[in-house]
């Protein structure tokens, strides 16, 4: 318990960055993500297939080579500085947005082919038709695999320990520094990631409850 | 009245549909004229249900001509919606959108694609829904309907549109036989008011009492096309002869 109570700053400093990275990556991945999905459905091949590419790339690479692309890669492109926080936030939502992505895109087609028939039919442009009826009936169906993409990606947020990101990966090697004990060190910070994914399984319960509606 | 100065609401001329090798439609050739009610009859499989879902290009054809009040049907786009706005349809299944109210379901198309203010939308709403005689379900979700009262909801939310023609591709072939009566009660009413209509369907009943023109149809091609009366009383081919022998026995 004193491993914790004497290093309280550093414990909280170090899982606030872990939630800063964690929220604004789950944003920009879940909005990122449905896009590709809209993408990944709609009538234009090119389209399609840029959704594809999309995928196959991100999804099959391991997230510390996107770490590694973003932080020491990209600037030598010369296009634009970032700092390795933004290259950590970027590596983490391109990533994660392949995973929504495919999550997003099995929950579209679990509605019925006669939802997005009864929208044209009516008038509704593709746009439309996913907005208004295909989607928000998807994502009904996918609260538990997107849930735990969410939580894989509070835990990938580790991985910027190796890029300079100060994050809750790191409390290790503070407490190591100042001889503190590594072993409880690590039981805390263990029972901290457990306490922050509890809340999403929390809210997967919640939206799973109110979004059952009958077919 | 000339061909030319009014153009058919339906015109279907030499259209030729294939699903892989089979020939679904053949060289099918219709016309339906502005305020008229055409019920297609046939076997299954015979494409009826095909030909009323290329009518507003839910299937695409292979050849021919279809057109739409004059306008030739356009490719897949903003143009085809526009189209698909004036013509209502109504499916077998209802398709009602699972995750909105039945009053919801009648609103959007108003709201989203003619821009129809939301307050104006919900009157109209409830006036067709008083008009299909489901007005004190308009608060529920379409799941807790009966299968009549959806497909009446569906109807509504196709007039909703105000559409030139409706489009029923077998609307109550899914329907408990005590509840098939309502729905055909709202088509007959529409039938009545004037509206131009293509129905594909298996209600003898209803092409009896509420058809201008019977269109029979096996294999793929229009067999016969002639008043109710003369194709139930003496249609010309065995085809029909034959399909009319197998349903009117029982």
Request: proline residues 5%; glycine residues 6%.
């Amino acid at each position: 318990m004193s491993v914790l109570t004497n290093n309280l700053d550093l414990f909280l400093r170090a899982f606030g960055q872990t939630l800063q990275l964690f929220a604004v990556s789950a944003v920009l991945s879940l909005v990122l993500g449905t896009l590709l999905a809209a993408l990944r459905v709609s009538p234009v091949p090119v389209f399609r297939g840029i959704g594809t590419g999309y995928v196959t790339v991100l999804r099959n690479t391991p997230l510390t080579l996107v770490f590694v692309f973003f932080v020491f890669a990209y600037p030598l492109l010369e296009i634009l500085k970032i700092s390795e926080y933004t290259a950590a936030l970027v590596a983490l939502s391109l990533y994660t947005a392949a995973f929504v992505c495919e999550v997003v895109r099995s929950g579209i087609n679990t509605v019925p082919v006669g939802q997005a028939e009864a929208s044209r039919a009516l008038g509704l442009t593709f746009t439309q038709m996913l907005g208004n009826v295909v989607l928000p009936q998807a994502l009904r169906s996918v609260v538990p695999p997107m849930t735990s993409t969410m939580i894989a990606l509070l835990k990938n947020t580790t991985v910027a320990s190796g890029f300079a990101v100060f994050q809750a990966g790191n409390i290790r090697e503070a407490l190591a520094d100042q001889g503190d004990d590594v072993l409880f060190g690590l039981i805390w910070v263990a029972i901290g990631f457990i306490i922050l994914v509890l809340p999403l399984t929390y809210v997967q319960q919640v939206f799973e409850k109110r979004w059952s509606v009958a077919r | 009245m000339t061909a030319a100065s009014t153009p058919p609401m339906i015109r279907v001329a030499g259209v030729d549909k294939f699903f892989g090798p089979l020939h679904v439609l053949k060289n099918v050739q219709l016309e339906v004229p502005k305020g008229q009610v055409v019920v297609v009859l046939g076997p299954s499989g015979s494409g009826k249900s095909t030909l009323c879902r290329t009518i507003n290009r839910l299937e695409p054809i292979d050849s021919g001509l279809i057109e739409v009040d004059g306008q030739p049907l356009p490719a897949e786009g903003k143009e085809l919606a526009r189209l698909r706005a004036d013509v209502g349809m109504v499916f077998q299944s209802f398709n009602l959108f699972a995750h909105k109210t039945i009053v919801e379901n009648v609103m959007l198309a108003p709201v989203k694609v003619r821009r129809t203010p939301a307050a104006e939308a919900r009157k109209t709403a409830m006036e067709l829904l008083e008009r299909v005689g489901i007005a004190n379900q308009a608060e529920k979700f379409p799941a807790q309907l009966s299968g009549g009262q959806q497909q009446r909801a569906a109807i509504a939310r196709a007039l909703a549109m105000k559409p030139k023609v409706m489009l029923f591709d077998e609307p109550t072939s899914a329907l408990d036989p005590e509840m098939v009566q309502e729905v055909l009660d709202v088509m007959t009413g529409l039938a009545k008011d004037g509206m131009t209509m293509l129905v594909v369907t298996h209600e003898m009943g209803f092409a009896r009492k509420a058809a201008d023109r019977v269109i029979f149809m096996s294999d793929g091609e229009v067999v016969e096309d002639s008043t109710p009366e003369e194709f139930f009383s003496a249609p010309k081919s065995n085809r029909a002869k034959d399909f009319l022998g197998k349903i009117l026995t029982h």
